[in-house]
């Protein structure tokens, strides 16, 4: 039995999402002629209460147009330096959108309002870049699953409005900082200017994010998506997917979050860990005391057919999901007790 938490992204998609799939009217997506797409999008847009929602082949590209419609080339863009924005989109913000980030210094990749109001440039002082744009991420990614305080980011929200500024919200994993905190999609939409949110993580859809928006900013989404190569055309069988997973998969998410717990719970216990981060929700990061090293333990685990990733710096992650299942999680909690 292969046990793989590298990453939630790994989930392959159940019998009954491929039947729902199976079963989709799709039509050209590029001449909005896609039903399917259309009802996903209206559905993520009227949740979240936005006028406009658009379907996109990866989060990635959702997150790289939402810098591209709230900024000119040249502008800085606010974020933590644990970002997926900045760390894991291949340096797209430059590429893309030619700007460049201002890296916060939060904790477990949140900060305060208090830290993005010093960080914003003077717009009159034109030898530094112009700030235009505030990105956060939840839950975060490189910050171990951490659920963003809501009360929070509604100051961060008046910092943006007071300087004119946009707000995104990298929420590839928001539907498990929501399932956790009780949280609803309206109040995160009643915050943000965009959001980005995932499907194929979590939720175990095999591709898809959706960027939702306010409708000013949103009019430009689809040139933008056509201009990156997201234009796609019969896509209703992946947004199927989409419709299924918000049908069935947003519940099981707790699981997920169980069973990390309960992971974190027996990594704090054996004598081979020095920390185990606090985990909030599916991803339990953690490190090593010198009984081994990261390779070596890496290498053991994978000797037992476990596999997990090594995020550098002595971090380690491992991250639960919808494929991972109470059989595999007895047999894990056993071999990290008896390593
Ligand atoms: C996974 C992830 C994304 C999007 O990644 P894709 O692989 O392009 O879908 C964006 N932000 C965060 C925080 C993520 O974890």
């Not at 606010?78 to 970002?83: P, Q, R, S, V």
């Not at 953690?286 to 009984?291: I, V």
Request: a positive charge; glycine letters at 8%.
């Amino acid at each position: 039995m292969k046990i793989d938490l590298r990453s939630d992204t790994l989930t392959k998609p159940s019998k009954g999402m491929l039947e729902a799939m199976m079963q989709a009217k799709v039509g050209d997506d590029v001449y909005k002629e896609d039903e399917t797409v259309n009802k996903l999008e209206e559905r993520v847009a009227k949740l979240f209460g936005k006028p406009h929602a658009l379907f996109f082949p990866s989060g990635t590209m959702a997150n790289q147009a939402a810098i591209k419609l709230h900024t000119n080339p040249g502008d800085q863009v606010i974020c933590d330096k644990y970002a997926h924005i900045f760390n894991y989109e291949g340096g797209g913000a430059s590429f893309n959108s030619g700007v460049s980030c201002k890296l916060l210094d939060g904790e477990r990749g949140m900060f305060t309002a208090k830290q993005v109001e010093a960080a914003i440039n003077p717009p009159d002082f034109y030898h530094s870049p112009l700030t235009t744009l505030v990105a956060v991420e939840n839950t975060t990614n490189k910050g171990g699953g951490a659920c963003w305080d809501l009360e929070e980011l509604k100051r961060i929200k008046k910092v943006c409005e007071t300087n004119n500024l946009g707000y995104h919200l990298d929420g590839a994993r928001l539907w498990n900082a929501m399932v956790e905190k009780n949280e609803t999609a309206k109040q995160y939409g009643e915050i943000f200017n965009t959001i980005s949110v995932c499907f194929s993580k979590g939720l175990g859809c095999p591709v898809g994010s959706v960027l939702v928006g306010d409708k000013k900013l949103m009019e430009k989404s689809i040139r933008i998506r056509k201009i990156f190569g997201g234009g796609m055309r019969q896509v209703g069988f992946l947004a199927a997917a989409g419709l299924y997973a918000l049908d069935n998969n947003i519940n099981l998410l707790k699981e997920d979050h169980k069973k990390a717990k309960e992971i974190a719970l027996v990594l704090n216990k054996v004598n081979y860990v020095d920390k185990v981060e606090k985990v909030e929700t599916n991803i339990v990061i953690f490190t090593l005391n010198n009984r081994f090293s990261d390779d070596v333990f890496l290498e053991t685990l994978k000797t037992k057919n476990v596999f997990i990733s090594n995020m550098g710096q002595g971090k380690l992650r491992i991250v639960t999901h919808l494929d991972y299942n109470l059989k595999m999680h007895e047999s894990l909690l056993n071999i990290l007790l008896n390593l």
